[in-house]
Antibody, heavy 112, light 107 residues
Framework: EVQLVESGGGLVQPGASLKLSCVAS????????MSWVRQTPGKTMEWIGD????????NYAPSLKNRFTISRDNAKSTLYLQMSNVRSEDTATYYC?????WGQGVMVTVSS | ETVMTQSPTSMSTSIGERVTLNCKAS??????VDWYQQTPGQSPKLLIY???NRHTGVPDRFTGSGFGRDFTLTISNVEAEDLAVYYC?????????FGAGTKLELK
C-alpha cells in the first residue's frame, strides 16, 4: 500500500525558514517524480512544484521559485520542501503527492 | 500560466439527480486534465485522469469528457457520498494549475 506521510509543519514566524519532509513507502520511491501541492485555509489549491525521480530536475510555480526548494533523498525514500522567508500567505496545508496518491497533509501557519 | 475556471462555484442537487461540473482552461491543455474529489478533512482523491479515464475503483456514475479548453465532469444518479468539493487540475503546461473548485451540496 502506498503511503505518504508529511511532517515538519507548525507555527512559524514571518521571515523564518521551515523544512517539510514526506516519507514514502509501498513503492520504489526512486522510480517516481514527486510533487508538493498546498491548500490554503480558503481551500484554494496550488501546485508548488515537482522533482524528477533521480533528483536531477525540478519544476516550480514561478511565484514560489525564489523561496521554495524541493529535494529528495532516495536512500531514505524521503521528499523535502525547504521554505524560506515565509509569509502569512504561505499559511496552508502542504501535501506530498505521487499521482494518484496524496499524503494526509501537514499544516503550516505563518504568524507572529 | 494556464488559468482553470470552474463553474458553478457551488451546486445544489438531490439524491439521484444528474449534475454536470465545468472547467474551462485559458489555453489549450489537450487532454491533460484530472478531476479530484475532496470531502471535509480528507486529502483530494483522484476521480478522472487524462480528461476521461476513470481511476481505479471510481464508480461508473462519474464521467469525464473534454479536450483542449473545455472539460466536464458528470455525475449520474448522485449519491449522498458524492457531496464534496470537486477540483480540476491541468498538467498540460507548467505551472500546473487547479480550478477553484465546485462544491456539490444537497438541495
Amino acid at each position: 500500500e502506498v503511503q505518504l506521510v508529511e511532517s515538519g509543519g507548525g507555527l512559524v514566524q514571518p521571515g523564518a525558514s521551515l523544512k517539510l519532509s514526506c516519507v514514502a513507502s509501498g513503492f520504489t520511491f526512486s522510480d517516481y517524480w514527486m510533487s508538493w501541492v498546498r491548500q490554503t485555509p480558503g481551500k484554494t489549491m496550488e501546485w508548488i512544484g515537482d522533482i524528477k525521480y533521480d533528483g536531477s530536475y525540478t519544476n516550480y510555480a514561478p511565484s514560489l521559485k525564489n523561496r521554495f526548494t524541493i529535494s529528495r533523498d532516495n536512500a531514505k525514500s524521503t521528499l523535502y520542501l525547504q521554505m524560506s522567508n515565509v509569509r502569512s500567505e504561505d499559511t496552508a496545508t502542504y501535501y506530498c503527492t505521487r499521482s494518484p496518491h496524496w499524503g494526509q497533509g501537514v499544516m503550516v501557519t505563518v504568524s507572529s | 500560466e494556464t488559468v482553470m475556471t470552474q463553474s458553478p462555484t457551488s451546486m445544489s442537487t438531490s439524491i439521484g439527480e444528474r449534475v454536470t461540473l465545468n472547467c474551462k482552461a485559458s489555453q489549450s491543455v489537450g487532454i491533460n486534465v484530472d478531476w479530484y474529489q475532496q470531502t471535509p478533512g480528507q486529502s483530494p482523491k483522484l476521480l478522472i485522469y487524462g480528461a476521461s479515464n476513470r481511476h481505479t475503483g471510481v464508480p461508473d456514475r462519474f464521467t469525464g469528457s473534454g479536450f483542449g479548453r473545455d472539460f466536464t465532469l458528470t455525475i449520474s444518479n448522485v449519491e449522498a457520498e458524492d457531496l464534496a468539493v470537486y477540483y480540476c487540475l491541468q498538467y498540460g503546461s507548467i505551472p500546473y494549475t487547479f480550478g477553484a473548485g465546485t462544491k456539490l451540496e444537497l438541495k
